[in-house]
């Protein structure tokens, strides 16, 4: 059963830095896509970051060049640095990775919450 794993939320304050790190257990052949959606209250899930097998990224509109994400295909791991934080930035993160062969998977999501 492939599980995806997340660590590394908590309480920061504002200005504050966090890193969030996923890793993938089970088997789910190869990721095409790791990355990070979060949530917040009352509002839909966005995409965070992502990265595809061969490293290209991409970012969502909350990044302002705050966030840097990170993967491994080794460890099939995929990771979220996060600096500058503001009040807005809390919610549950999700981890997420889709295969190529129709595999789309979510952790349980860790919680951040930037206090002002």
């Known amino acids: 059963q492939v599980q995806l794993v997340e660590s590394g939320g908590g309480l920061v304050q504002t200005g504050g830095s966090l890193r969030l790190s996923c890793a993938i257990t089970?088997?789910?052949?190869?990721?095409?896509?790791m990355g990070w959606y979060r949530q917040a209250p009352g509002k839909q899930r966005e995409l965070v970051a992502s990265?595809?097998?061969?490293?290209?990224?991409k970012y969502g509109e909350a990044d302002k060049g705050r966030f840097t994400v990170s993967r491994d295909n080794d460890k099939n791991t995929v990771s979220l640095q996060m600096t500058n934080l503001e009040a807005e930035d809390t919610g549950v993160y999700y981890c997420h990775a889709v295969n190529g062969i129709g595999g789309n998977y979510w952790g349980k999501g860790t919680q951040v919450t930037v206090a002002t």
């Open positions: 990265a595809t097998v061969d490293l290209r990224l």
């Open positions: 089970g088997s789910m052949f190869d990721p095409e896509v």
